[in-house]
């Protein structure tokens, strides 16, 4: 399981080091391989998501088989699958970012890397900080009343 929030930066070539905390659980569960992708479309900053290989293709298998020609599918399909790219981390403990995905997230040098559970997210620094500034607002007045029972 992926938890907690890390400051990392991208070097010059667009690699991230995956924080050592994770490295042997990524190896072992998924030798290495990493899944990064875009964010799905909707509320919030963009951003990128980071899966190891088998839970990717658990999510993968999902995504295809919600109904093909519903217009939020094939958003989520072009959004998800679409930007998905295989990486491998190397010697060093670090996966690169592609160009593409580093545009798509804004994400320039500093970034923070966050634990999603199954999950890690790379967010731009600034665009992480804006996200959570909006979450101290009063943004839980209105909870829908499933979430009033939820117990944390």
Do not use: C
């Not at 072992?28 to 990128?48: I, K």
């Not at 998905?84 to 798509?104: V, Y």
């Not at 970034?111 to 979450?135: I, P, S």
Request: no cysteine; glycine share 8%; hydrophobic share 40%.
């Amino acid at each position: 399981m992926f938890l907690g929030a890390s400051k990392v930066t991208l070097d010059d070539k667009g690699r991230v080091a995956i924080p050592a905390r994770y490295r042997d659980r990524i190896r072992d569960r998924a030798d290495g391989h990493l899944v990064v992708t875009a964010s799905p479309p909707g509320p919030g900053a963009r951003h990128l998501r980071i899966y190891m290989h088998p839970d990717w293709e658990v999510a993968a298998r999902k995504l295809t088989r919600l109904p093909g020609m519903h217009p939020i599918t094939l958003a989520l399909q072009r959004r998800l699958i679409g930007y998905a790219s295989e990486r491998d981390i190397d010697g060093h403990g670090r996966i690169l970012i592609n160009l593409t995905m580093q545009e798509f997230a804004g994400v320039e040098r500093h970034a923070m890397l966050v634990g999603q559970g199954n999950r890690l997210e790379l967010w731009d620094e600034g665009r992480w900080k804006e996200q959570n500034d909006e979450l101290d607002k009063d943004i839980f007045a209105d909870l829908p009343e499933e979430f009033m029972a939820l117990v944390l």
